[in-house]
């Protein structure tokens, strides 16, 4: 079914020009069709988001899960099944975020973040993304799923190499980097079975252990999951330590009251991950023809939830632009909503917790150098931030 559109996805964008684009398409056409990247329905209100996201009889996760469409080889659960398939992919991740595992995070992402942010502060700074918020994530991971160093640093290569050629939308390149993944996964689940691990403390192990009806998980499919875990906590982190990083250097004032009172941390990072909101373009498929917000539309068009755009939606945050910390309104969409809420975001808060504090506290302030480099859909923020870090006398 062909559609009018409502907007052009812009080849090029800054910090602030996707906010202005998606604050204009909330006030005048809030379902916006885009015949750019193989053509979209683009949900940009809180409320829509929401329906979209709790309505998965309506609006499928099995046929494109993001904008733009990558071709892919194989289903990746939790995010490429429906529930209740998804459901035992999560369980066997969520059986290690419980409260008191992630005490157990808080205590080892200290050291963590020290290792990688203090020879970033004591040469002065430098790209805060390429030099820190690359290399935290998947040194995070890499402890998460127990990978030996030198899969650790295989995975952070093509990672960053499986990042690029999204961004450029090289989809031949994609492929190949992605097979590159998938055979990292494979011999993870090789090494599992040559050398059994606890699925209390291992993930991998985890899913090799989940029984369904008595059977266990299809081979493909647990090597599809993997493949998925691998790289969907490394690339939102990224993006978004390099946003709260540029709000800081632009809002000396809010850093400094940071430093003054790290007790306002915690509500300062639920704030920031409202405003530079790292996911726009995950994705559904309408099943029928149907309708959001009044707006039709049709059976087997792509739908992308801008969870970007809904979390500054004045229905549900007054001043959505400006940054409080005493909103009373708390409903952030950043980690999805449904049945595919992102089963890491308990982690992902502690690191990016931890981030903010000592960050705040090692400096007195950052001063933003050069231009950014953004990224695209599916994700906001940027790929490459320059600073000076002044240190705390
Ligand atoms: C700033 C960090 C992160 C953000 C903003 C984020 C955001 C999201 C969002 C919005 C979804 C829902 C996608 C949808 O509904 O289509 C999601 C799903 C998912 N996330 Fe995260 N995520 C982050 C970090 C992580 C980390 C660290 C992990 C792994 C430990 C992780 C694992 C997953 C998985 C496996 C799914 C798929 C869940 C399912 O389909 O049931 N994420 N994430």
Redesign the pocket.
């Known amino acids: 079914m062909t559609h009018t559109p409502d907007f052009k996805v812009p080849d090029t964008e800054d910090f602030d020009s996707p906010h202005a684009l998606f604050a204009k398409l909330r006030a005048h056409c809030p379902v916006a069709w885009s015949d750019d990247m193989g053509g979209f329905w683009a949900v940009t209100r809180h409320a829509d988001a929401r329906e979209v996201?709790e309505n998965w009889e309506m609006f499928t996760?099995t046929v494109q899960?993001v904008v733009p469409r990558v071709a892919t080889t194989q289903r990746r659960p939790?995010?490429h099944l429906d529930p209740p398939h998804?459901t035992p992919?999560?369980n066997a991740?969520q059986r290690h975020l419980t409260p008191s595992r992630l005490a157990d995070w808080d205590a080892r992402l200290k050291p963590m973040v020290a290792k990688f942010l203090d020879p970033w502060i004591e040469t002065g700074g430098g790209d805060i993304c390429k030099d820190f918020s690359f290399l935290l994530?998947i040194a995070?991971?890499a402890e998460?799923f127990n990978l030996s160093p030198n899969k650790a640093e295989q995975i952070r290569k093509v990672g960053a190499e499986f990042n690029m050629a999204l961004q450029r939308q090289d989809f031949d390149l994609l492929r190949i980097k992605s097979d590159a993944l998938y055979d990292i996964a494979a011999d993870l689940i090789a090494d599992r079975h040559a050398n059994p691990r606890d699925p209390e403390t291992d993930p991998t192990a985890s899913l090799l252990a989940v029984r369904v009806a008595g059977e266990p998980l299809a081979d493909d499919l647990i090597l599809g999951a993997l493949r998925?875990?691998l790289l969907?906590?490394i690339i939102?982190?990224t993006t978004?330590i390099g946003s709260m990083a540029v709000h800081l250097a632009r809002h000396p004032e809010h850093h400094a009251e940071l430093t003054a009172n790290p007790a306002l941390v915690p509500d300062a990072l639920e704030e920031l991950?409202r405003l530079y909101?790292?996911?726009r373009g995950?994705?559904r498929t309408a099943r029928e023809d149907t309708e959001i917000g009044g707006c039709p539309v049709s059976k087997g068009d792509p739908v992308a939830?801008v969870?970007t755009s809904a979390n500054r939606d004045a229905a549900v945050f007054e001043e959505p632009d400006s940054y409080r910390l005493d909103r009373t309104a708390r409903d952030l969409l950043?980690?999805?909503r449904?049945?595919?809420?992102?089963?890491?975001?308990p982690?992902?808060r502690v690191?990016?917790r931890e981030t903010l504090l000592q960050l705040t506290q090692k400096t007195e302030r950052l001063e933003q150098v050069g231009p950014l480099e953004m990224t695209n859909w599916p994700e906001y923020g940027p790929l490459s931030a320059s600073f000076h870090a002044i240190p705390r006398p």
Not at 338 to 345: D, E, I, N, R, V
């Open positions: 996201l996760t899960n939790p995010l998804n992919y999560r991740i994530p995070l991971l998460f998925q875990f969907v906590g939102a982190p978004f991950l909101t790292p996911y995950f994705a939830i969870f950043t980690f999805g449904g049945p595919h809420m992102c089963p890491g975001a982690l992902a690191l990016l």
